[in-house]
């Protein structure tokens, strides 16, 4: 019979930190590792070389998604396994994964829960887990829209689920949290502009004191943060803040 094969792929910009775990947990059970590289500055793209890994040099475009479409088709194997370079493949999602496509599944493509880690262990509650995302996927059935940064690959057919988890080290410290927030509230920020609510008094209590109070409330009692503890309350905590400080940075650059 013939060997069914997975190509993985990334997308990457400076992830010198990350790239070498990842891809080791990669080799586990990918036949190929495509790595669409927006032409990082540090080592991200000799590593990931010296690793093994086919390298597409390309330009770090705003919308990431385009990147690792690029990657996905630049894939040559059977299925295609999309991953981060925070991300690291558990061993009982590797053997899971193998035993799934030796079946030839009905299915196109599979969710997989997320574990993410903050402040020194990962998150059980609050929204945070399971975290679905669609990343394993049958080769031509599978694509980002290239619409939105939290935007799950649309799969052309039947979607299953598996039971093992990816693990999220996104942010391993607080600072590399602080760091993405930023990020993220940037993000927000340009879609603020894109409606222009304005800077009245509805819009300010709005952005900046209620919808903070309801997604601290979401999450902190509704989706039961507060399991997590410390931890879980802070989660909440700056979960809430980044729509403040989104409506912040639309407020300066209006």
């Given at each position: 019979?013939k060997?069914i094969?997975i190509?993985a792929a990334?997308?990457?910009?400076n ?5 070498v775990?990842?891809?080791?947990s990669l080799?586990?059970?990918?036949d190929?590792i495509?790595?669409?590289d927006?032409?990082?500055?540090d080592?991200?793209r ?5 690793l093994g ?12 998604h ?5 990657a996905i ?6 299925w295609i396994f999309?991953?981060d370079?925070?991300?690291?493949v ?6 899971e994964?193998?035993g799934i ?8 493509g ?8 903050f402040?020194g262990?990962?998150l ?7 975290d679905?995302?669609i990343?394993?996927?049958?080769r031509?059935?599978?694509?980002l829209p ?5 935007e ?5 057919g039947e979607?299953?689920?598996?039971k093992n988890d990816?693990?999220h080290?996104?942010d391993p410290s607080f600072a590399r949290?602080?760091y ?11 879609k603020l502009r ?8 509805w819009?300010?209590f709005y ?11 979401d ?6 943060g507060?399991?997590d503890?410390?931890?879980g ?7 809430a803040a ?7 940075k639309?407020?300066e650059?209006?």
């Amino acid at each position: 019979m013939k060997k069914i094969k997975i190509s993985a792929a990334l997308a990457t910009f400076n992830e010198e930190e990350n790239i070498v775990d990842c891809i080791e947990s990669l080799k586990n059970f990918a036949d190929e590792i495509v790595v669409a590289d927006g032409s990082s500055t540090d080592r991200t793209r000799e590593l990931a070389e010296n690793l093994g890994a086919k390298i597409i040099k390309t330009t770090n475009k705003p919308m990431f998604h385009i990147n690792k479409n690029l990657a996905i088709d630049n894939c040559t194997s059977d299925w295609i396994f999309l991953m981060d370079a925070d991300e690291r493949v558990s061993k009982e999602l590797v053997g899971e994964i193998k035993g799934i496509i030796s079946k030839n599944p009905k299915e196109n493509g599979f969710w997989i829960n997320r574990r993410n880690w903050f402040l020194g262990g990962y998150l059980t509650k609050g929204g945070a887990y399971p975290d679905s995302v669609i990343r394993l996927f049958r080769r031509g059935k599978g694509r980002l829209p290239e619409v939105s940064v939290h935007e799950q690959v649309a799969i052309d057919g039947e979607v299953g689920y598996l039971k093992n988890d990816i693990l999220h080290m996104a942010d391993p410290s607080f600072a590399r949290y602080l760091y993405r927030a930023d990020r993220y509230t940037d993000q927000t920020a340009q879609k603020l502009r894109e409606i222009d609510p304005g800077r009245g008094p509805w819009p300010v209590f709005y952005y900046m004191v209620l919808k903070p109070l309801v997604t601290f409330f979401d999450i902190f009692v509704r989706h039961r943060g507060y399991v997590d503890g410390f931890r879980g309350f802070v989660w909440a905590l700056f979960s809430a803040a980044h729509h403040f400080y989104a409506y912040v940075k639309y407020w300066e650059r209006r």
